[in-house]
């Protein structure tokens, strides 16, 4: 049952040191929120060792990069390294452009998170060095399908033993994988591709959990998964005659603040392979 | 009709690259996703090509520029000019700083946008050179009125034929014009001033319409000025007691998300000068 | 009564330059709009001089702040002194870095800021030289309750004297004070925690209410201290089963737009000691 990762992140509330994009950096800080933790940003490399030291962990996401932000990716990157904490990277359109890929594999190779989540696009083009992301949406000749899912199982498992990461890949068939086991999630609605910004939220949420569950992060992860998925599912069914994916996005983040691990363990879909 | 540059968009998901400020990116991107296109953000000098490259189109918004954003602007414009690509121009504060006047200006002398939209004191100043543009709001000297609405006419497709762009003033009336005709428009709702961004993501919207629209840009921009403007009638019309500026700003990204062919072609409310 | 205060803000409409972070500011923006202000944003160096020539004051919020927006804050600090501007600094997460605590101190001590608005972390930060704080919330060791009510008082119209400036603490129990009195604030909800930048939407909204009433700065913080908690509270109440914290983001900041000077008048909770 995922109900007790919840509860454990309600009771210690996680310090997240978030490096993240300024489209969806709002959304973050609230979801992070709404969920228990607690969110602080820094991207400046003057500030950001300081920053992520009082932190439990760091969210290292690459939407919107710029030098400056990249140079604080690395200094902060290498403080949680040195210090222990839990590093995400979230390659937000690796695949779209020379800097964006190059800049995540150089932070998968140089500070090896400890979670790596994004869409299938993003994590083939890290597992393979180059990659078809379609802007910062997975290209649709990548998606993980019924008919595909024991290749990507597997697929998913060994990046994950490459990397020594938790990898998550999220879509309409959500994949969270160690090297040994792999949670198949179907949790979610497709109408959250149309809000800006749920993967960065998950990404933030999902370092949350792993601060706050530190015994198995393959769990916690496939925990965060599931909430986010299962918000939007809620979400969803709460949305009144003409509210579309605006007010969708508050109804979400709402459900994340009112979810009970009860609810959450009555509501995952999720098989272990 | 306008209702088929609409349908166009949903039909062909024009993916738009966005150069814009911090206060109102969500906003844009959200919006974006609601009228049926594709948002990506990127500002960095190293990333812009790129990303320009697979976009159907660039929208070019100076709201918070920095040196670093608008060196970003020439190269993402350079590219953008020599794939040929939509480009539009948001010159927001023009007038209010020198910094702002002189790139808004460099902008529609080397990037030759497709499409300039702005209030009439940012349009003024580009047309003009220098401005009084009260922060980045219109200076109320400046509005369009039905008393000097034949003048405001002459002017907006005699700065069309100068710039070779489609120009779009928007206020209490707003104009879109090429040299030839002159879309004038009477959709819309003075409280939208009281939310922050309606104007940036208008400009989104409208580099989509554009990219979808490639046939006749000019009608392509009268229907994203006619579907936002709608939006915000309806949207406020669905206030409840107690709502105001924040619940209004999420109600016309819904009304957006919702929006028909049929409501557009009903609620808009423009003639052809 | 504070209700005036209202009224100068929605009669003068006070034009509020910021320099803020990008997590928060398009709540700032909202909040500022919502309460009869107007906001414009700007952080480039070669651009805030320019664009708080043409304001009423200026809002300076480290929140993520980066070498060159530090830079912008002590020119753009410097021509609104020149001026006479109302100057706001709010030293969002002083205590918790190097680069945060010494840059809040160093504006301090130059600018010479008008009002400064934080938690009481981030306030004895600023008055030690050093601090504490955990991220960009308050210590919980150093709470302003009602059993350290008189020390805190003393403290606030002590930092009062020592700066110059109208000094603002909010937490569970608000204090606003100059060096001979002192409004202890007892308006909001613990809720307000849970959804990131109320204070800097406060922080916002003080600055304006302090443009618009130039006599009494310390009772217009105070005002606005009230209007912000008084909306925290009807927010609140105006919840429906199933919301949370993003709507209460929202209904706090509609609140805000409809409040009326009666209602801040009958609402606000405070004496003066």
């Known amino acids: 049952m995922l109900g007790n990762c919840l509860e454990n992140v309600r009771r210690k509330t996680p310090l ?3 490096i993240t994009n300024y489209v969806t950096v709002n959304d973050v800080a609230n979801a992070l929120l709404a969920c228990g933790g607690s969110p602080i940003m820094s991207d400046e490399p003057d500030d950001v060792a300081d920053i992520t030291s009082i932190c439990g962990g760091l969210n290292i996401n690459i939407g919107t990069l710029n030098q400056k932000s990249i140079e604080a990716m690395f200094i902060a990157g290498a403080k949680a ?3 222990g904490h839990i590093v995400l990277l979230d390659p937000v359109g690796a695949g779209a452009s020379k800097l964006r890929t190059d800049t995540a594999i150089k932070i998968m190779n140089t500070i090896k998170p400890t979670i790596i989540r994004g869409n299938i696009s993003e994590i083939k083009t890290l597992a393979l060095g180059f990659g078809t992301t379609k802007g910062v949406d997975a290209d649709s000749a990548d998606t993980v399908t019924e008919d595909n899912l024991d290749d990507m199982i597997a697929f998913t498992k060994n990046f994950s033993k490459k990397t020594n990461a938790v ?3 999220t879509g309409a068939i959500d994949l969270v994988a160690d090297s040994e086991k792999c949670y198949v999630i179907r949790n979610g609605r497709s109408e959250m591709s149309k809000i800006t910004g749920t993967g960065c939220q998950l990404s ?3 370092a949350a959990y792993a601060i706050a569950n ?3 992060k393959t769990k916690a992860v496939a925990a965060a998964v599931c909430v986010m998925g ?3 599912e809620i979400g969803y069914t709460n949305l009144l005659p003409g509210e579309g994916n605006s007010t969708l996005r508050n109804r979400i983040i709402d459900t994340i603040y009112n979810m009970s691990a009860d609810t959450l363990n009555k509501g995952a879909k999720y098989e272990v392979r």
Chains 1, 2, 3 share one sequence.
């Open 16 to 18: 997240v040191h978030n």
């Open 81 to 83: 390294n040195k210090l």
């Open 167 to 169: 990898i998550a890949i």
């Open 204 to 206: 933030g949420i999902a």
């Open 214 to 216: 530190p015994d198995d």
């Open 230 to 232: 299962l918000a939007g």
